[in-house]
């Protein structure tokens, strides 16, 4: 009993960050229109950045989500109002943009992993930060992964009430639901698409500050959570905050389980997730 | 335009092409060992493109499943390589290619646009990451040796799958079954109500790609003599068709080959020069290409015809 609570607290714990990823994706995805593969690119510039600051200057981690996040807003922003707009206003229908910014995006990866190569060397990083053991219903986790799951959850309702409650969260959703007409009404489109994709990143890199608390960085670890974004935010429906958190806590489940029977299996498992679920319902669990 | 100017213009052009098929069967007697195998890179750049472009180019589905067809090549050679002639292995390799590309085809083909994108993507990671499962728990190595073949017969192998599939690529661009093609690419609802079997030519017409990409990768994997999963399913080899095709524009038949060629030599020069900044070089590349040559090459080139042709009637 002990040991399936174990697994399930585990994958809840990794399900926190997955939802946070997602999350950001979901966001370019699903209201820019760009499925951003540099995504995992952003996250990898969070954690870097958040060794660097610790290991050079002694800067605590969770200082650096504020950093971070709007350096990476920033980013994101002048990413979207230079080349994203300029292939939306290119592009003859949404489908050829949607083809379109995926291989620009594959473009931003390279160009931001080899500037991290320059930068940091191909070594794996880590450090030791909040690393004592909390005792969880009889099962012990360390602190550090705690305090991810925390902070994805806080940021995640910060998000879906800025959403639900103002005036830019109802821009957005307007803009998501059908762009044309949003701007019809008034809605400054490009503003807000700049400001999701702006979003999305700022989620991704803070994502990245508190994985590199938790797990080992390096240059080279972006794309393997871009795909795991991917599957997490078709699973839960595109462009849904909510479906993003279900997602992301599924597939750390379903991750954390698999691990604790044959861990060279679990991102064969996620990838036959997704496959069955593309098959299945394309539109995800909570779809339109 | 007259007459006569454009057949000597097609004279030049066919004798241009005579010679330097000329050069290149009987490149291996006097030139260096390097341009031998650069000029191998640059043909199986060539067959990776344009066996995308049957596929991806009239129907517009874009495929990211070359990596997965190029290694399923690649693991056959592995493991074919010792008991078969080479030609059977590469042909094997093919069909094998084939099998999978019918296989996922007739799963995925449902799925439009970019999620067809994304799944072809998560085939490749997929089957790497089964086979290194695979090779480490139940035959007990990660990488296999492939048998050698030296850089000659590798050299004449490639044009000659390359020739078999530039026959094919045209034959289907002129024939009905291209422009049926087309149709599904212009508007697959419309397609399906005329009457053309939408799914059925799909599915053949991936099968088909995937049989050139595969060969390649057969006949490529001896020249490495060791491959492992990370190897044989490069990610890069789904990406490096889609770039080369659309930055030599696939207005044209010969736009992704002038693609190919510039690319794949680009890609040797960068990693021999600039190995610490290939990858910035190549994604700049990229980016730029796509914002600003939306037609590719060949787009750049009509639009100075075009501007050429109204100064000389105004």
């Not at chain 2, 290149?24 to 031998?36: D, E, F």
């Amino acid at each position: 009993m002990t040991q399936v609570l174990d697994v399930v607290i585990a994958g809840l714990l990794l399900g926190g960050l997955y939802a946070l990823i997602a999350m950001g994706l979901s966001l370019q995805y699903g209201v820019a229109r760009v499925l951003n593969v540099s995504h995992g690119e952003f996250i990898m510039l969070g954690g870097m950045t958040t060794w660097m600051l610790y290991n050079g200057f002694g800067i605590n981690p969770l200082i650096a989500v504020a950093i971070c996040g709007p350096g990476a807003f920033i980013l994101g922003f002048i990413l979207h109002r230079t080349m994203f707009k300029r292939l939306l206003a290119m592009s003859a229908s949404p489908g050829i943009f949607e083809g379109n910014s995926m291989l620009a995006s594959f473009g931003l990866l390279f160009i931001i992993q080899n500037i991290a190569f320059m930068i940091w060397g191909p070594e794996i990083r880590g450090y030791s930060y909040l690393a004592f053991p909390v005792d969880l219903a009889g099962a012990l986790f360390g602190a550090n992964r705690l305090v991810t799951l925390g902070f994805a959850i806080a940021i995640g309702l910060a998000f879906y009430t800025f959403l639900a409650r103002t005036r830019m969260g109802k821009a957005i959703r307007a803009a998501a639901q059908d762009p044309m007409t949003a701007g019809l009404l008034g809605v400054d489109i490009n503003l807000v698409l700049a400001l999701c994709f702006g979003f999305g990143a700022a989620m991704a890199s803070i994502a990245g500050v508190l994985i590199s608390i938790s797990y080992p960085v390096n240059a080279t670890m972006g794309l393997e959570y871009t795909i795991i974004a991917i599957i997490v935010v078709v699973l839960g429906g595109l462009g849904s905050i909510p479906g993003s958190f279900i997602g992301g806590f599924i597939l750390g489940i379903v991750g954390s389980i698999v691990t604790s029977i044959e861990p060279g299996l679990s991102l064969v498992a996620y990838y036959v997730i997704f496959m069955l679920l593309l098959l299945v319902k394309p539109t995800g669990i909570l779809g339109r | 335009m007259n007459r006569a100017g454009v057949t000597s213009k097609q004279l030049f052009f066919l004798g241009l092409l005579g010679l330097s098929l000329i050069l290149l069967a009987t490149g291996p007697r006097y030139a260096p060992m390097y341009t031998i195998i650069l000029l191998t890179a640059i043909f199986m750049y060539i067959i990776l493109t344009m066996s995308w472009v049957i596929f991806s180019g009239p129907t517009g589905y874009i495929s990211l499943a070359p990596a997965a067809f190029f290694g399923v090549g690649i693991y056959t050679s592995a493991i074919l390589g010792k008991a078969l002639p080479l030609l059977i292995v590469v042909a094997v390799g093919g069909l094998a290619s084939s099998c999978l590309a019918l296989f996922a085809g007739t799963l995925t083909l449902r799925l439009r646009g970019i999620y067809f994108a994304i799944f072809t993507f998560g085939l490749v990671e997929l089957i790497k990451h089964l086979l290194l499962y695979w090779e480490i728990h139940f035959t007990g190595t990660r990488g296999r040796f492939v048998i050698v073949v030296d850089h000659t017969t590798v050299y004449y192998v490639m044009p000659g799958i390359l020739v078999v599939l530039l026959l094919t690529a045209y034959l289907i661009r002129r024939s009905k079954f291209g422009l049926a093609l087309q149709s599904i690419g212009d508007n697959e609802e419309a397609a399906a109500h005329i009457g053309i079997n939408v799914t059925a030519l799909k599915v053949v017409t991936f099968a088909i790609s995937a049989f050139f990409t595969g060969s390649a990768g057969a006949i490529m994997a001896t020249r490495w003599t060791y491959v492992d999963p990370y190897i044989a399913f490069n990610p890069l080899f789904s990406f490096m068709p889609v770039l080369m095709a659309i930055f030599g524009g696939m207005g044209r038949f010969y736009g992704p080959i002038i693609g190919a060629i510039i690319f794949g030599y680009l890609e040797e020069v960068l990693i021999t020069r600039f190995p610490y900044y290939y990858m910035l070089l190549f994604g700049s590349i990229l980016v730029i290409a796509i914002l600003y040559l939306p037609h590719g090459l060949v787009g750049l080139i009509q639009r100075k015809g075009d501007l050429a042709r109204k100064h000389a009637n105004s």
